[in-house]
């Protein structure tokens, strides 16, 4: 999912780091049928990897996120990492302990190949034409990374959301290539309603009239419009009513009732806002294809929609974290994991943390929620010294 969390750089920061590219020439079949014949990822790395190659993390990516896991750069030291309180030296994520890696996925608009880079083959992006991706093709891309960076072994693969099903993932797809997974704010597919939220999203960006059937970088516009309303319908899901009522409540942006279509609440001021920064920085076609990803992703589709046997091939160890408030991935859903994880005699640890922030509480500074973490990477390094 996306986040409606604004970030700055804590205590304890990686500091500086600046963003690698890898290109790759072996082609890459998606699981939609099409291929990339050559394709790049963008991607950061924070501490420094073993002598041995094993303690190596990978950071999975929600909707919005990039490769920018952690710390900020030398140009623009207000862009901070997405995950900047979770990982980095003495973090529950350590990073003078762990080499952490953090990748823009495929389709994506920070770095990596996706419809706003130039197609080779024709000199123009490749906006319309570039083909839908799951979590599949997103893991099958890391795991040619991590062959790059020389990791045959993920100590642990770690993500929230959007970035926790790629975790799930990677336990299906390289059961081997990886000892713990950590799912967080997760759910095994997308429930009616989430799907609903999409849909409504891809249709208020589709619908722009500078949206030009998604060729808008032709015509040098973009479908700001629609992404802006895109955003305010992600920006309302991913916070619980009482952190919406505690955070903005009734407030008037201007002390009185102004009678007219402007912001009077201060809630309405506060999408805005957050809808207008979006716009700028986020491609529109990368939206429309990662809430594709989001509503494709379902492992037990293929098992008769058994997940119990979706997840047989699973030889990781896991931790997987709700939050009681968040209602677009709800505990309940998490314990369907943890169900089936059970079923084939998984190491499990599960924990539901009573939290008043919604979907985002996967982002914030909660400190029971930070300790767990924190606690199942002390378990994660001492297995690596071992």
Known sequence: MDTATDYSPGTGS?????PNVAHFDEPLRLKCGAVLDDYQLAYETYGTLDRDRSNAVLACHALNASHHVAGSYADDPKNVGWWDNMIGPGKPVDTNRFFVVGVNNVGGCHGSTGPCSIDRHTGKPWGSRFPVVTVEDWVAAQARLAERLGIERFAAVIGGSLGAMQSLQWTVSYPDKLRHAIVI????NLSAQNIAFNEVARQAIITDPDFHGGDYYEHSVKPQRGLRVARMVGHITYLSDDEMAAKFGRQLKNGKIGYGFD???????????????FSEYFDANTYLRITKALDYFDPAFEHGGSLTRALAAARASFLVVSFTTDWRFSPERSREIVKALLDNRCDVTYAEIDAPHGHDAFLLDDRRYHSLVRSYFDRIALETRA
């Open 14 to 18: 990686v500091g500086i780091v600046r």
């Open 185 to 188: 704010a997760c759910a095994p």
């Open 263 to 277: 912001t009077d609440f201060q809630i309405e001021s506060y999408l805005r806002y957050q809808a207008d920064k």
